[in-house]
Nanobody, 117 residues
Framework: QVQLVESGGGLVQAGGSLGLSCAASGSIFSPNIMGWYRQAPGKQRELVATFTSGGSTIYTDSVKGRFTISRDRAKNTVYLQMNSLKPEDTAVYYC???????????WGQGTQVTVSS
């Protein structure tokens, strides 16, 4: 079992910045993959940014150049720095974790990000 605890998020005006963090604990083995998804009201959950098993990063087009994913392997923590936020970034943001070789994804509880215009 893996537990994910997210922090950060909140309310910010358009153009502002927020940072999210997600700490994983439990039965963690390397290599593993951590990333962020989001779900806006009435929409499907979508990938925001993730590390691949090779350590590279993938971003959805709408956040490229504005969001940065990073991780501290020693702390089993992944971060999402969000700059130049837009109202359309408003969503619940979820952290994910997967052991490489496993088909099971662990999810955090989600944290609300609201961007006002």
């Amino acid at each position: 079992q893996v537990q994910l605890v997210e922090s950060g998020g909140g309310l910010v005006q358009a153009g502002g910045s927020l940072g999210l963090s997600c700490a994983a604990s439990g039965s963690i083995f390397s290599p593993n993959i951590m990333g962020w998804y989001r779900q806006a009201p009435g929409k499907q959950r979508e990938l925001v940014a993730t590390f691949t098993s090779g350590g590279s990063t993938i971003y959805t087009d709408s956040v490229k150049g504005r969001f940065t994913i990073s991780r501290d392997r020693a702390k089993n923590t992944v971060y999402l720095q969000m700059n130049s936020l837009k109202p359309e970034d408003t969503a619940v943001y979820y952290c994910t974790f997967r052991q490489v070789g496993s088909s099971w994804d662990y999810w955090g509880q989600g944290t609300q990000v609201t961007v006002s215009s």
